[in-house]
């Protein structure tokens, strides 16, 4: 589909009565991590501040990275993860994961984190009430790469994702590595073939396969599946999901068995009233203290994922699954039954002909808010938006900040509260009421009212969005004789 080049950017909706208000924090591009208030308007920003993504802290602390390893020699590997207070000064650090020696590089310590990683006391990196992340101390979990070679996967090297907890001082004292587990995925022999034949090379870093590209990992925390016995929904467990196959999982923290799947396969008859979840970011346990706590939140992007038999989209059984526009799910992990969704019918598009205006092929988040709505980041097309249970439009923010493609992308925002800032004041909030788009002129532009407007006679509309044809009553000459 085509794009305008021209668009509005910043808030262009705000219901302040229907809002949970607060500060938003996202990647702006390259220029850093920038914080705004529900009216768009830049309050803060940590300049040439990395995020992968970027997560605030209570006291206006910010989680960021200073550098990228070169894109020759890794794939999305950040050289650091740091935590910096609101001057910019780092107050802590993690990079001693790996010892990388890059040609035409100084050798140096790496954290090759990527995607995600939460910090002890709050088990999904967003605000919950009473789940606060701790700023002095704590353990943090990571999610980080490194290169295998496992010839029963294929025999390319494999660029593999770890799930790492390291302590406050940087030791690294628990490590799970995925495939280590490639048994309990779920391949069938056509999925396994695709996959041995190429693991997603990609193209780079020497042809390592990103196989698996696991793009977020958090902490299930304390749940009502847990205090029902359910050993599999333990607080200590993690969930994460990997895009290239669409799968989401949970890890057994003490054994670093996993207990819990979704995908690969949803033709499932556990799984077919859900429809194919396809190249997913984000899934997590809504959790306990915020609306729905205890379902998976997922935002499903569609475009293409997987492996598998071959299809004419796919005739290599790579990316085999696909779909031309996304979802937010958000799934009950017992019983399996969607609890509530966000689609393109949900706003308001006719499906599946306008289907894929809802459609971020890639990247992307959803965060449940306090009071039940949910923030999502459309990110291919730099949209932060806030919708209702009801599925109300009550804000939304569009990205002026541009990246060296030329995209406005966001990977993912994330909303605090007011008081997790006390550098700053309370913020006036102003209500943005939505324009009406076909009234809406730049200055100097001829505006709808101005135009000389006729009606024709015995005008007839042959079904929705269909093309009108006038007609009238005389008797049309024969075809030559007009």
């Known amino acids: 589909m085509g794009h305008p080049t021209i668009y509005p950017t910043g808030t262009t909706v705000y219901k302040p009565g229907k809002s949970w208000s607060g500060y938003t924090l996202y990647q702006a591009a390259e220029t850093g991590a920038l914080l705004i208030d529900m009216n768009g308007r830049e309050v803060h920003l940590w300049k040439g501040l990395r995020g992968f993504p970027n997560k605030l802290l209570p006291g206006g602390y910010v989680f960021g990275s200073t550098a990228e390893r070169d894109p020759k020699y890794g794939f999305q590997d950040e050289v650091n993860l740091v935590q910096v207070d609101w001057d910019g000064n780092i107050v802590w650090k993690f990079d001693r994961y790996q010892h990388i020696e890059d040609p035409g590089h100084e050798p140096q310590w790496m954290a090759r984190q990527h995607h995600d990683y939460q910090r002890e006391g709050n088990p999904v990196g967003y605000y919950v009430p009473g789940q606060e992340p701790k700023v002095h101390s704590g353990n943090t979990i990571i999610l980080a790469h490194k290169n295998v070679k496992r010839p029963e996967i294929s025999d390319k090297e494999l660029l593999d ?19 280590d587990h490639f048994e309990e995925l779920g391949f069938d022999e056509d999925a396994r073939e695709a996959l041995y034949n190429d693991p997603n090379t990609r193209f780079f870093g020497a042809n390592a396969g990103d196989w698996m590209h696991i793009n977020s990992a958090s902490v299930l925390g304390p749940n009502k599946h847990y205090d029902a016995g359910d050993e599999r929904f333990h607080p200590d467990n993690i969930i994460w999901d990997a895009r290239e196959t669409n799968i989401i999982a949970i890890t057994d923290k003490k054994t670093g068995k996993i207990v819990w799947k979704l995908g690969p396969n949803y033709n499932t008859e556990e799984t ?65 039954e969607i609890e509530w969704q966000y689609t393109p019918t949900e706003a308001g598009f006719q499906a599946p002909l306008d289907s894929y205006r809802f459609y971020s092929p890639y990247i992307s988040s959803a965060q449940r808010l306090p009071n039940g709505n949910t923030l999502i980041t459309e990110g291919a097309d730099g949209r932060i938006f806030e919708v209702t249970r009801e599925h109300e439009l009550v804000w939304e923010y569009i990205s002026p900040y541009k990246n060296k493609r030329n995209s406005n992308m966001v990977y993912r925002a994330y909303r605090v509260p007011y008081e997790w800032v006390p550098q700053l004041e309370l913020p006036e909030e102003v209500e943005i009421a939505p324009i009406d788009v076909a009234d809406f002129r730049l200055p100097g532009a001829a505006a709808r009212g101005a135009v000389t407007t006729v009606e024709v006679e015995g005008t007839v509309s042959y079904g929705e969005g269909a093309l009108c044809v006038a007609r009238t009553d005389e008797a049309q000459p024969e075809p030559g004789k007009g």
């Open 161 to 179: 994702d770890t799930i790492l907890e390291v302590d406050w001082e940087g030791n690294v004292v628990w490590e799970w590595t995925t495939s």
């Open 272 to 336: 077919k009233h859900i429809g194919w979840i396809i190249g997913q970011h984000h899934a997590h346990l809504i959790p306990r203290g915020l609306p729905g706590e205890g379902n998976i939140l997922i935002f499903d992007n569609g475009g293409w994922g997987g492996y598998g038999a071959p299809n004419p989209e796919s005739p290599d059984g790579l990316k085999n699954a696909r779909r031309d526009h996304s979802r937010i799910l958000e799934i009950n992990p017992v019983t399996l």
